[in-house]
């Protein structure tokens, strides 16, 4: 196993599991617990954990936030699985919202060429990205560009979010949980995905199986407000009869 496929690993479990120790992984992964320490420093410097003694716990549970860069390389083909699933609820013409996110950005970079859309988004890297398909119309909210996501956030963004219905909204989220409903660590990107929740006819979920059971400090909607969630087989079975059962119909792609 190279060390990026490790790494990716190490941060999957300590999502799942919500904490991981240095002998435990060692043994697990069949290396040696200084090697472990290093991927753990390398994981801190790319704000996935946060290093507590003996381990390791998830950048969440701490109320902090991964940079958008360092969530793109973990969970990559669960990732593209959901978002090719996702395209098959791609309306045949009219607008959707893509909000900020790896799993969002990743649908992005699949979007047909032959379909006429506007995609309305507060995501620079998803409107850079489709700005030169010649059949989509990009809409970008503006307001305050957040370091950590690029996602426009603030009342301009806001403000720009509740003149629009759009017919289908695909989301990522941070946390999603049966008890506490889908929540993200900062304020002001919470209100937006809550404005994208009732800014559109459909509502579809993007999320890997690490974000369930993952609670973070705002909470931006019930999961009785999301029509469909697509994560990836990772998901246990059970799991995802308990969120069926609290809203959304869910598909393990």
Same mark, same amino acid.
């Given at each position: 196993?190279?060390?990026?496929?490790?790494?990716?690993?190490?941060?999957?479990?300590?999502?799942?599991?919500?904490?991981?120790?240095?002998?435990?992984?060692?043994?697990?992964?069949?290396?040696?617990?200084?090697?472990?320490?290093?991927?753990?420093?390398?994981?801190?410097?790319?704000?996935?954990?946060?290093?507590?003694?003996?381990?390791?716990?998830?950048?969440?549970?701490?109320?902090?936030?991964?940079?958008?860069?360092?969530? *793109?390389?973990?969970?990559?083909?669960?990732?593209?699985?959901?978002?090719?699933?996702?395209?098959?609820?791609?309306?045949?013409?009219?607008?959707?919202?893509?909000?900020?996110?790896?799993?969002?950005?990743? $649908?992005?970079?699949?979007?047909?060429?032959?379909?006429?859309?506007?995609?309305?988004?507060?995501?620079?890297?998803?409107?850079?990205?489709?700005?030169?398909?010649?059949?989509?119309?990009?809409?970008?909210?503006?307001?305050?560009?957040?370091?950590?996501?690029?996602?426009?956030?603030?009342?301009?963004?806001?403000?720009?979010?509740?003149?629009?219905?759009?017919?289908?909204?695909?989301?990522?989220?941070?946390?999603?949980?049966?008890?506490?409903? $889908?929540?993200?660590?900062?304020?002001? *990107?919470? *209100?937006?995905?809550?404005?994208?929740?009732?800014?559109?006819?459909?509502?579809?979920?993007?999320?890997?199986?690490?974000?369930?059971?993952?609670?973070?400090?705002?909470?931006?909607?019930?999961?009785?407000?999301?029509?469909?969630?697509?994560?990836?087989?990772?998901?246990?079975?059970?799991?995802?009869? *308990?969120?069926?059962?609290?809203?959304?119909?869910?598909?393990?792609?």
């Amino acid at each position: 196993m190279y060390a990026r496929e490790r790494q990716q690993r190490i941060a999957a479990l300590a999502r799942s599991a919500g904490k991981v120790d240095v002998v435990g992984l060692a043994a697990d992964l069949g290396v040696t617990p200084e090697t472990i320490r290093r991927d753990l420093t390398t994981l801190e410097e790319h704000g996935l954990l946060r290093r507590v003694h003996g381990g390791a716990i998830p950048a969440e549970r701490w109320g902090l936030e991964p940079q958008l860069a360092a969530r *793109e390389t973990v969970m990559t083909a669960e990732k593209e699985r959901i978002a090719r699933a996702a395209l098959e609820h791609l309306p045949p013409e009219g607008s959707i919202l893509i909000e900020s996110g790896s799993t969002p950005a990743k $649908l992005a970079s699949l979007l047909p060429h032959d379909r006429a859309l506007t995609v309305i988004t507060p995501a620079l890297p998803v409107a850079l990205a489709l700005a030169a398909h010649p059949l989509l119309t990009v809409l970008t909210l503006g307001g305050r560009v957040r370091s950590t996501t690029l996602a426009e956030v603030d009342s301009w963004a806001a403000a720009r979010l509740r003149d629009v219905y759009a017919d289908v909204a695909f989301l990522g989220t941070n946390g999603l949980s049966v008890g506490r409903g $889908l929540t993200t660590p900062d304020h002001a *990107e919470a *209100e937006l995905k809550s404005l994208m929740v009732r800014a559109a006819r459909k509502t579809v979920l993007l999320a890997d199986h690490s974000k369930v059971g993952t609670v973070c400090l705002h909470r931006y909607a019930e999961l009785s407000d999301v029509d469909l969630l697509i994560t990836d087989d990772g998901l246990a079975p059970e799991l995802a009869a *308990e969120i069926e059962a609290a809203g959304p119909a869910v598909v393990r792609a």
